[in-house]
T-cell receptor
Framework: KAGVTQTPRYLIKTRGQQVTLSCSPISGHRSVSWYQQTPGQGLQFLFEYFSETQRNKGNFPGRFSGRQFSNSRSEMNVSTLELGDSALYLC?????????????FGPGTRLTVL | KNQVEQSPQSLIILEGKNCTLQCNYTVSPFSNLRWYKQDTGRGPVSLTIMTFSENTKSNGRYTATLDADTKQSSLHITASQLSDSASYICVVRAQSGGYNKLIFGAGTRLAVHP
């Protein structure tokens, strides 16, 4: 069974640009969560999608948005990039959002904003 | 405020030695606690999950303990190997009714030297 895949793996952008990251969950998983990981802050929750609906949202500005498609694939968009947005963006999938269902993480997209 | 604190922040040990990582949490209502291992440049991988009624759970050379009264968990690594060099992240799920949130610790960075 293929794991969670994220594309692209690496990305370099400049301030003010926008970026779209993609995540394909494990087959059969319907919940996708996004996280930002930086050396200083650790893992921080961005948002969670289930059945094409945002179920949960972290404390990030509106420049960060996402969506989920009918095949459970998800995209995350960051507009008007800032230097502080440089981070590893991780996507995790699970069967359903709640309970003890394990989240399986993808390898991440390393975003560098210059 | 829901918080998860891990200690130490970083740790260096020699190959073959044992070590113990700590996780203290103030999370309510507690649902479960999970330890993840994250190799550099990769997404986290679940090692163990523990619910309120579980005190100890092992996964090979990894043994996690949970004291729900003191709200402490530990991850013990036995006979460390070079491949154990990674970040170890403690994650606590708070869940009750419609409320469902994951709280992440900042992680402990472990380096195993030959």
């Amino acid at each position: 069974k293929a794991g969670v895949t994220q594309t692209p793996r690496y990305l370099i952008k400049t301030r003010g640009q926008q970026v779209t990251l993609s995540c394909s969950p494990i087959s059969g998983h319907r919940s996708v969560s996004w996280y930002q990981q930086t050396p200083g802050q650790g893992l921080q929750f961005l948002f969670e999608y289930f059945s094409e609906t945002q179920r949960n949202k972290g404390n990030f500005p509106g420049r960060f948005s996402g969506r989920q498609f009918s095949n459970s694939r998800s995209e995350m968009n960051v507009s008007t990039l800032e230097l502080g947005d440089s981070a590893l963006y991780l996507c995790a999938s699970s069967l359903v959002p709640s309970g003890s269902n394990e989240q399986f993480f993808g390898p991440g997209t390393r975003l560098t904003v210059l | 405020k829901n918080q998860v604190e891990q200690s130490p922040q970083s740790l260096i040990i020699l190959e073959g030695k044992n070590c113990t990582l700590q996780c203290n949490y103030t999370v309510s209502p507690f649902s479960n606690l999970r330890w993840y291992k994250q190799d550099t440049g990769r997404g986290p991988v679940s090692l163990t999950i523990m619910t309120f009624s579980e005190n100890t759970k092992s996964n090979g050379r990894y043994t996690a303990t949970l004291d729900a009264d003191t709200k402490q968990s530990s991850l013990h690594i036995t006979a460390s190997q070079l491949s154990d060099s990674a970040s170890y992240i403690c994650v606590v799920r708070a869940q009750s009714g419609g409320y469902n949130k994951l709280i992440f610790g900042a992680g402990t960075r472990l380096a195993v030297h030959p």
